[in-house]
């Protein structure tokens, strides 16, 4: 692996081209994504060392950091290909030609295009050959992508470089101490840990051991130790101890003694070990290893491990973050529902729209909470990704594995297209807002608007398996609706993408494929029940979003004009009509009920104190329509901006 290595001509078989336009992909399809996304990067490392050349540093300089990473990858190419495609790294990447470029800030440019050095210490760790780098720390820490954390005892604060040795997988790491006149180090072998529950109800032995199951922790050690081989908890070669501590570490420079707390309960969400202490080995001032863990499952296909990365610097979509360590009992919850949501997501039937191969997600990093209390949401109130970051998606967990489910299919569905957006030329985009997204509160530009149509296509596959797989009355209706409604939202879309006259023909061919799927799946049964909802919420979504955002005019032949006083607004509609209410008590409750006059009497009822009020107006327009589908209460759905009085000036 070179950055300087002539790259072939990347050419898609049209028929790989065609599964992905229809929304999904095999794994042939999905390899040469990835195949794509490595050249690029390589190809985006290249700028960036060309333009490290003059960079003052006091770390090892990027040329030598490199050579580095190619002498690993030699040795064992896979781990390290792994490492090159992480999420963070293409992060990091972005990240750096941002910087750059002036649009992007951060720590010292020294320290950040030093990360490259930690790439290179933690890439010589895992195919176990011999380094000497100097590296950033900050706080006497250094992040080691794909690996964890190694924190100094006694270290001085703020940035400043260190040095760090490799051999056989094994990582001394010295900097300052706190003084600034002598060096503190740390030997330890990296490590990262399996998150495991045990699927198939095993729980944790009475004695209070880790629970049954559990996949193995994954160390480093070189091209002749295959990660994820060893067995019970982690067998470290050389005399190194499970918690990654050396022999002879527990005299650290800053005087703690090395140990390895017992977690609470017998509990561990790093990978216990039989006696049912934890490895997260570290000394009594904090200092030690911070090991990346890892959401663990097993599939049809075989075990899966995804990390869930709480550590690296790059694992957001925008800026470095410090790390943000789960705690013990968040991390439980979060393999909880990852290996429910993954039994969801492993059925057969082939790689169509909304099936997902688990093990090709490359990291989940979580986002807005590091304890399990309060309760988490059944939803997902956040989730996002970057085209970056290809198979990384930061989400908010939530308690349901059925969101957590849709959620990853649905960001997975954005890596894709942005993936081959890197590869083609899909649209002639203006990046003008002013398009309607049945799914944001917003306008959208043409790019946003194929993002959103690839992605929920993906969503409508995945309710659509569901409603196949049930043959519960009450599931069924709610997966009906969701496959409905997205259905019906995407095909609105496509149209337009279509009419837009900013494809080109690489990107209509795409959404073309799109669109014969989407018209394929309207001609499938769903309950009648759940189609009526989904039809009333595409119509209540669209008929607000007009209230809000578009400006009355007086000529429906005209461009939209945008209201200067439109702001966000919840879509509390959506997710409510999902279910039928028991007791319907709302206008809204009654209009997913079926009962129009009721929902129209209460509105009307509404309106009397709030006559201008978006929400409310929007459910009055819907339920007379609905009551009497006549030319007039069309032409309202279709332009209901028209009854909503303007902002003055």
């Known amino acids: 692996m070179t950055s300087e290595q002539s790259q072939a001509h990347l050419r898609m078989p049209a028929g790989l081209f065609a599964e992905l336009a229809a929304g999904g992909g095999s794994t042939q399809a999905l390899a040469f994504l990835e195949r794509g996304e490595r050249t690029r990067r390589l190809l985006l490392l290249r700028t960036l060392l060309d333009r490290f050349a003059t960079l003052p540093t006091p770390l090892t300089p990027p040329g030598r950091a490199w050579q580095v990473v190619k002498e690993a990858a030699a040795r064992a190419p896979e781990p390290v290909d792994r490492l090159l495609l992480a999420p963070a790294t293409g992060g990091w990447l972005a990240h750096m030609l941002r910087r750059l470029h002036g649009t992007a800030t951060g720590p010292d440019l020294w320290a950040e295009a030093g990360h490259l050095c930690a790439l290179a210490v933690s890439a010589s760790l895992l195919a176990g050959t011999t380094a000497e780098l100097r590296v950033p720390l900050t706080d006497g820490c250094l992040a080691l992508p794909g690996l964890g954390l190694a924190r100094l005892p006694a270290a001085r604060p703020g940035l400043t470089p260190g040095h760090a040795r490799t051999h056989a997988g094994t990582l001394t790491l010295t900097g300052p101490d706190t003084t600034g006149t002598t060096r ?13 529950t045990g699927r198939a109800g095993s729980e944790s032995s009475a004695a209070g051991g880790a629970p049954a199951g559990r996949l193995p922790t994954r160390c480093g050690g070189g091209a002749d130790a295959e990660a994820g081989s060893v067995g019970e908890g982690c ?29 609470p309960d017998g509990a561990c969400p790093h990978g216990a070990h039989p006696d049912g202490t934890c490895p997260d080995g570290k000394a009594s001032d904090g200092a030690g290893w ?17 990390p869930l990365d709480d550590l690296d610097p790059y694992r957001d979509l925008d800026d470095p973050l410090p790390p943000a360590r789960l705690e013990d009992a968040e991390a439980w919850a979060w393999q909880r529902v990852f290996e429910e949501a993954v039994a969801l997501l492993d059925v057969p039937g082939g790689p169509g729209p909304g099936r997902i191969e688990p093990a090709l997600i490359r990291a989940v990093v979580p986002y807005g909470r590091t304890a399990a209390t309060p309760p988490a949401p059944p939803t997902v109130p956040v989730s996002a990704s970057s085209g970056d970051s290809y198979g990384g998606m930061v989400i908010s967990r939530p308690s349901s594995p059925l969101a957590l489910a849709e959620t990853l299919v649905h960001e997975f569905q954005h890596s894709k297209l942005a993936a081959l957006l890197h590869l083609f030329p899909l649209l002639d985009d203006d990046r003008e807002e002013r398009y309607y997204a049945p799914w944001r509160a917003d306008p959208r530009h043409l790019t946003g608007l194929l993002h959103g149509a690839y992605a929920f296509t993906g969503v409508a596959g995945f309710w659509r398996d569901r409603l196949a797989a049930t043959g519960d009355e009450a599931e069924a209706e709610t997966a009906g609706y969701h496959f409905a409604l997205r259905r019906l939202q995407c095909r609105l879309v496509v149209r337009t993408l279509l009419t837009s006259g900013r494809l080109t023909p690489q990107g209509r061919a795409l959404v073309a494929g799109l669109a014969a799927t989407l018209d394929g799946w309207l001609r499938e049964p769903v309950p009648p029940a759940a189609l009526a909802r989904a039809r009333t919420a595409a119509r209540l979504h669209r008929t607000e979003w007009r209230l809000r955002n ?8 005209s461009p939209l004009r945008f209201r200067p006083d439109r702001a966000f607004w919840p879509d509390r509609r959506t997710h409510a009509f999902a279910d039928v209410p028991a007791a319907p008590r709302t206008p809204d409750e009654h209009l997913a009920a079926g009962d129009a006059a009721a929902a129209l009497a209460g509105y009307t009822e509404q309106l009397a104190d709030r006559p201008t009020d978006p929400h409310t107006l929007a459910g009055w327009i819907v339920a007379h329509a609905t009551l009497e589908p006549t030319r007039a209460t069309r032409r309202l759905l279709t332009r209901p901006e028209q009854l909503q009085p303007q902002p003055s000036g």
């Open 235 to 263: 067998a470290c070669p050389d005399g190194v101890g499970a918690n990654g501590l050396a022999p002879g570490d527990d005299d650290l420079a800053s005087g703690g003694a090395a140990s390895r707390g017992a977690c």
């Open 290 to 306: 911070l090991p990346l863990r890892t959401l663990t499952a097993r599939t049809c296909a075989g075990p899966v491990a995804v």
């Open 550 to 557: 578009v400006a009355a005019s007086s000529s429906s032949h």
């Open 184 to 196: 503190t180090s740390l030997t330890l072998r990296p490590t990262t840990i399996g998150l495991t």
